[in-house]
């Protein structure tokens, strides 16, 4: 996904007169001219919640809006999301991109994958080279145009390997300065990106901006008292709210909570923002919780504990726990489920699970994909790292191995029959295909198996196996499993069954 794609709708960038300084050093950097630079590659790098995806969001609106001397490309890895938390899309939207503001380049990139279909199957510095260097150099050089590629969120590729091999093959691209070619990346610092970049081949040619400054504190402060004013202004409840709420010293205490992390910030706002509770009484709720630990010095101490209570006002919250953990699951296997897909997994009535999460809009969203599918995803990554952590989310951890177990014997156990008619054929597919694709995914990820996993095994019922469709059906079946893509998952799953009988009878 690109910086206005369809499914990153609404994403996070700036507040107006925020991180004005380090817009002006990163948007200076990228337009240096080649004699004049240095470095090639400059790593935007922080904490979970520093503000570095509006910061890339910001940086790339500047440079389309502002320059027309540079052609801009951008990739947002998300962790959350099954297209975005790998590489394998990453030079194709790139190339898109290119085409879109260089015509002049669209006839060399599509006949290159022309005479090679296969090309996005290859590895990923010959994609580079074949569509998007050599494109490039093909340009006359009267053309007088640089190229800013833009990578946010390197850490949310799920494969370490990746992360490392994308640094390598970027910095074999820079060294050659054939091309006006410059890379922002951002991420955190995790220690497989850092190697990368400390290593001499690409420490010469890299600038690094980290972004745990000082400034960020008032940063916060402006944006927090924008966002009180939208809300004096606008909120349902607005005529209850006296003219000098927050207080001066409430703002300082949110900003001084945020430990220069926007994240903070931005979920009180959304908490408080709710148009279905008081702003005042929420506000007076964040500011009234208390730390587990006064002494810590944990940088989201804070965040934790206003995730905690976000997560105690919650309905059903077993199923909504149930729901987010194979929501993770799936998400990070790759295989990604929509919105309609959980509610059949769950046995959900149609357009109830966004009800459900009526409670945790300050924290998930619900937003339509390339497909126009409805996605379940999360505000930040930061979210899933605190259900994650036993030590951070208490009560609402997520421990995902005892979750696939779980969720694989709840899978293994559902009957749809008593709401489906059996003459119904096309939506019993649909159904089935959806139960034994996620019992593909769990089986994927899940640990040793329990006992309780074993017995659901042997008790294993397949619809199509207990009602044998007559013969004129049964191609409809497999035509409708094939085009999900789903007939394959089917047929390892029956074999990985009988294995499993048989290895238990011995």
Known sequence: AFHNSAERYDPPRCHENTRVEILKIIRDWTLLLARDRKTWILWLNGAAGAGKSAIMQSIAELLLLQH?????????????????????????????????????????????????????????????????????????????????????????????????????VISNICRGRDIPLVFVIASRRESQIQSEFNQETVSHILEVIPLDDSEASDDIRRYLNAKFADIKKTHLSRHLLTPDWPSISTITEIVEKSSNQFIYASTVIKYISSPRTHPAQRLKVILDLRLLNPLSEHPFAHLDSLYRHIFSQVENIDQVLDILAYHIISTRLQYGFTVIGLERIFLMEPDTLPILFLDLTAVVQFKHDGSGSLQLSFLHASLPDFLQDPVRSQQYFLDLDKYCNKLLCMVLGLSFLETISSNNISQIAYQEGD??????????????????????????????????????????????????????????????????IVLLEF
């Open 68 to 168: 027309t001397s540079v052609a801009v490309a951008s990739f947002f890895f998300s962790r959350g999301d099954a297209n975005r938390n790998t590489i394998a899309y990453l030079v194709s939207t790139l190339a898109y991109q290119l085409i879109q503001q260089i015509p002049e380049i669209s006839k060399f990139i599509l006949s290159t994958i022309a005479r090679n279909p296969l090309i996005f199957k290859q590895s990923l510095e010959f994609q580079l080279q074949q569509l998007i260097i050599q494109p490039l150099m093909s340009l006359p050089s009267s053309m007088e145009k640089s190229f800013v590629v833009i990578i946010d969120g390197l850490d949310e590729c799920l494969n370490r390997d990746h992360q490392a091999n994308l640094i390598k």
């Open 435 to 500: 139960r034994l694709y996620s019992i593909v995914c769990l089986l994927e990820a899940s640990p040793i198996p329990s006992d309780e996993l074993h017995h659901a095994f042997m008790n294993f019922d397949s619809i199509f196996l207990r009602n044998r469709p007559n013969a004129s059906n049964v191609w409809e079946c497999v035509w409708i499993l094939c085009s999900l893509e789903k007939l394959v998952c089917y047929i390892l799953l029956l074999f990985y069954i009988l294995m499993l």
